[in-house]
């Protein structure tokens, strides 16, 4: 069975700055993929950035990036210039590409605070 | 256009009673799925819904649990002789066909048994 790892129970940034935070992951599958989520008190997962297994690039969305390392079974994010809108809990999910597609697994997630 | 809508946002029942959660997924997600989020156990998955084939029905913790999609769109989960172990946040999300489709997530509700 996959599993997902977030090692960071909380982590804390002051506004502007950046911060990293780490998921490792383990399958036996080649084909999957790779999700953060973000919740905010509201409750709603909001998705913030996705990669392909297949795709040696790593994924960027504006302030969002991730380092994927496939080898190591690493997917961290990278949130840049943060803002007090980034506080929340954040999610590490994987969806795999054969019998388990469909289905995201989740990591305990890591609660994010910023500081102004 | 609208998003997942769950409901209700919050649900209180005594320990034994049965409840129904419902989820109104995007219009056109032919995937649904439901999760669990409590305490102890983090983001769990229950089930699991792709047009007409059969669900994968492998998260559901008992048989109490049940749920089902009625003309491919409206989803209701089940929980019978409620426990208190059964009190969480309930997610649905839906998406559209695909492993890389991102999954779109209600507001969830949360169930409380007393």
């Known amino acids: 069975a996959q599993t997902v790892t977030q090692s960071q129970p909380e982590m804390s940034v002051q506004e502007a700055e950046t911060v990293t935070l780490s998921c490792t992951y383990d399958t036996s599958e080649s084909d999957y993929y790779l999700f953060w989520y973000k919740q905010p008190p509201s409750r709603q997962m909001i998705l913030v950035i996705r990669?392909?297994?297949?795709?040696?690039q790593n994924a960027t969305e504006n302030r969002f990036s991730v380092n994927f390392q496939k080898a190591a079974k690493s997917f961290s994010l990278k949130i840049s210039d943060s803002q007090l809108g980034d506080a929340a809990m954040y999610f590490c999910a994987y969806r795999g590409g054969g019998t388990s597609y469909g289905k995201l697994t989740f990591g305990q997630g890591t609660i994010l605070t910023v500081h102004p | 256009g609208a998003g997942v809508s769950q409901s209700p946002s919050n649900k209180v029942t005594e320990k034994g009673k049965d409840v129904e959660l419902r989820c109104d997924p995007i219009?056109?997600?032919?995937?649904l799925y439901w999760y669990r989020q409590s305490l102890g156990q983090g983001l769990e998955f229950l089930i699991y819904f792709q047009g007409n084939s059969a669900p994968d029905k492998s998260g559901l913790p008992s048989d109490r649990f049940s749920a089902e999609r009625t003309g491919g769109s409206v989803s209701t989960l089940t929980i019978q002789r409620t426990q208190q172990e059964d009190s969480a946040v309930y997610l649905c999300a839906s998406s559209l066909q695909g492993g890389n489709q991102p999954q779109h997530f209600g507001d969830g509700t949360r169930l409380s048994i007393l």
């Open positions: 219009s056109g997600h032919t995937a």
């Open positions: 990669q392909e297994a297949y795709k040696q």
